[in-house]
């Protein structure tokens, strides 16, 4: 559910400091002997950092499906493309699965994306600032 608040300027600056504190643990982390857990805490910092974006604007999303909800409210802002906003819904269905059914993600996932996924996450920062 949408809601319409008066911006904060506090709580995104908090959630952008814990992206980056979750993302200097990461870098830390052998990503191959942990892709489960990397595309977690990837998962973790884009969603921090998509809802600091919304908040800044004076938009809170909760309720069921509202990880779902911020993707495509973000997307609908212009902020990235379609391409990238499916690319995140996947990695939202990715995280489900892991913290949900024990899914295991493979280290080629992680390979193969990192750099799409730090462009993002960079992306992000900027839309923060």
Not at 67 to 89: C, P, S
């Amino acid at each position: 559910m949408i809601t319409k608040i008066k911006p904060d300027k506090q709580k995104p600056a908090s959630l952008k400091k814990m992206a980056e504190i979750t993302l200097q643990r990461l870098d830390k982390t052998d990503m191959d002997m942990y892709p489960s857990n990397t595309l977690l805490d990837f998962y973790d910092s884009i969603h921090k950092l998509l809802e600091a974006t919304a908040l800044k604007e004076g938009i809170k999303i909760k309720g069921e499906g509202a990880h779902q909800e911020l993707i495509d409210y973000v997307a609908k802002q212009g902020k990235f493309d379609e391409q990238t906003r499916q690319f995140l819904q996947q990695m939202r269905e990715y995280r489900n699965r892991i913290s949900y059914e024990g899914f295991m993600v493979n280290r080629n996932y992680i390979e193969l994306n990192k750099e799409k996924i730090q462009d993002i996450i960079r992306h992000l920062f900027e839309l923060c600032k």
